[in-house]
């Protein structure tokens, strides 16, 4: 069957939805190409299961913090780990259903399943049906990395893909790979009480590129689960177990939780049919502002185009993308970069990289430890170390990396804070409620002010107590 639509979007994950919402608005004339379950990567396997666990791995954490605190006989809890899956499935399912409730369900012949591919640049084979479309939005995702060596194993090896999925978790896992998911879900499995052993081939773990910090992650991590760093692992099997090798260690586990990244999923797409370069991934050129690739009708958002694979990012890359479809293009301006690695404390970057700064004589980190902050102390979170990188010119906030108690939160302010242009000076001008993680903040923003070594012309600093938080006396 033949086809003709004026946009068609390949992918309803959440870059190809937040795509639709604005090809909508100006036209019914599109068609919605997805293969695999629907419901989008973050819903169904990504940020929100495993904000589940982690969810539920901290409150059995906290037990051991409840004897010295007066809450008695916290050695009789324990933890069923097919139930904690369990309930990390219906908030998955409620969450899924919402998705597919709202997005998919209405749009009725406008969705078509199956794998898109492209015959030219105004056409796509999906199933037998051939679809030309004016413009066209990849929005396809990105899958885990999977070596094909383990394929004789496979069912010892579980990616992001399969763990929710598991009725039940043997009592030793290894982790390949403490990026941002490896770290976040080692260290919740680990707190679930599952022996772990995660190896990681880099020095620097959870993304981290700042060395104070990482330092700071790994000796926190080290004191709840094995990990080694700087080495490639091999696996293989061993009777009924994996063995994980690595430099001069060995060790058994009974499965292997496969974290080593995610690759865009543009193989499928034969975009070698579309007449341009591609770099040696298999990747187009694409503009970041525009989402177009090179002066092709096709534009990539999300995870599909590689270059900032998170949820808000695929959202905002959606939305240029959709817009630019049905309007006369615009190029948009992209909003400060933010990740946050959800382990305790939370791990986050904002704004420039350290390497991007470290070499950089214009500019001066500010430094504050968690270690003796008042709310951490009261919340037993006193543990963590915040960097912030400041122009030492004008004070303007260029970019932190954190692993501290509510860095969440600290992120988002950090990073408003340099969406609006503004200094440390202007942010040691708002007020910080006590006793709050906040007051580590300021306590950062005290440090970079005391290293800039000058006081802004008219700013006049309410007088501060050197000894504790801000609002201490
Ligand atoms: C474990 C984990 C935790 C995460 N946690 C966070 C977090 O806390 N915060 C955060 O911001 N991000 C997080 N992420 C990342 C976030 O989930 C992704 O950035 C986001 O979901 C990407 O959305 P997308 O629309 O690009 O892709 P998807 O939602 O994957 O959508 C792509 C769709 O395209 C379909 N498709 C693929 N190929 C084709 C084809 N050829 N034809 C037709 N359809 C095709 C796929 O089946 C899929 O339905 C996490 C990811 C993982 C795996």
């Known amino acids: 069957m033949k086809r003709e639509v004026k946009v068609a979007i390949i992918g309803a994950g959440s870059a190809g939805l937040y ?9 019914d004339d599109y068609l919605l190409i997805n293969s695999g379950p629907y419901g989008t990567t973050c819903a169904r396997v990504g940020c929100m299961p495993s904000k589940s666990l982690i969810r539920i791995a901290e409150y059995y954490h906290d037990r051991l913090n409840f004897e010295k605190s007066g809450i008695k006989h916290s050695d009789a809890l324990e933890v069923s780990i097919p139930d904690v899956l369990q309930r990390v499935r219906d908030h998955r399912d409620l969450l899924v259903k919402e998705n597919i409730n709202h997005s998919i369900a209405r749009l009725g012949d406008k969705v078509l399943a199956g794998k898109a591919q492209f015959l030219d640049a105004n056409t796509l084979k999906v199933n037998n049906d051939e679809i030309r479309a004016e413009k066209i939005i990849i929005a396809t995702g990105s899958s885990p990395i999977f070596d094909p060596a383990w394929e004789t194993f496979k069912e010892h090896i579980l990616t992001t893909d399969e763990l929710f999925e598991q009725k039940d978790l043997p009592p030793t896992l290894g982790v390949l790979g403490l990026g941002v998911a490896g770290l976040e879900l080692g260290q919740a499995l680990a707190r679930l009480g599952i022996k772990i052993t995660a190896v990681h081939s880099k020095e620097f773990i959870g993304g981290l590129s700042d060395p104070d910090v990482n330092k700071v992650m790994i000796e926190l991590c080290k004191k709840e689960f094995d990990i080694w760093l700087g080495a490639r692992a091999q696996l293989s099997k061993v009777g009924d177990k994996i063995k994980i090798k690595s430099a001069e260690r060995e060790i058994l586990v009974d499965k292997v939780l496969v974290s080593i990244g995610r690759k865009p999923n543009v193989d499928a797409l034969k975009l070698e049919n579309l007449g341009i370069v591609l770099d040696k991934r298999g990747m187009p050129n694409f503009n970041p502002q525009t989402m177009q690739i090179e002066d092709l009708p096709i534009y990539i958002a999300g995870d599909a185009n590689g270059n900032r694979p998170l949820l808000h990012e695929a959202a905002d890359e959606g939305r240029i993308a959709g817009y630019n479809v049905v309007h006369p293009q615009k190029t948009f301006k992209r909003k400060v970069p933010m990740g946050v690695v959800f382990t305790d404390p939370n791990i986050a970057f904002v704004g420039k990289d350290y390497k991007e700064i470290k070499d950089d004589d214009n500019v001066l980190t500010g430094s504050y430890s968690f270690h003796n902050q008042g709310r951490a102390i009261l919340m037993n979170k006193n543990a963590g170390i915040a960097n912030l990188y400041v122009q030492k010119s ?15 939160h600290l992120a988002h302010h950090i990073a408003w804070t340099m969406e ?6 202007d942010m040691m001008k708002l007020p910080f409620y006590h006793p709050t993680f906040e007051e580590g903040l300021y306590m950062l923003l005290r440090d970079c002010m005391k290293k800039l070594g000058i006081k802004k012309e008219g700013i006049v600093e309410i007088p501060f107590s050197e000894s504790g938080d801000n609002n201490q006396y």
């Open 19 to 27: 795509a639709l919402s604005q090809v909508r608005k100006e036209t």
């Open 394 to 408: 004008d004070g303007k906030l260029l970019g932190a990396q954190i692993a501290v108690p509510g860095g969440e």
């Open 420 to 425: 609006q242009g503004l200094s440390v000076y």
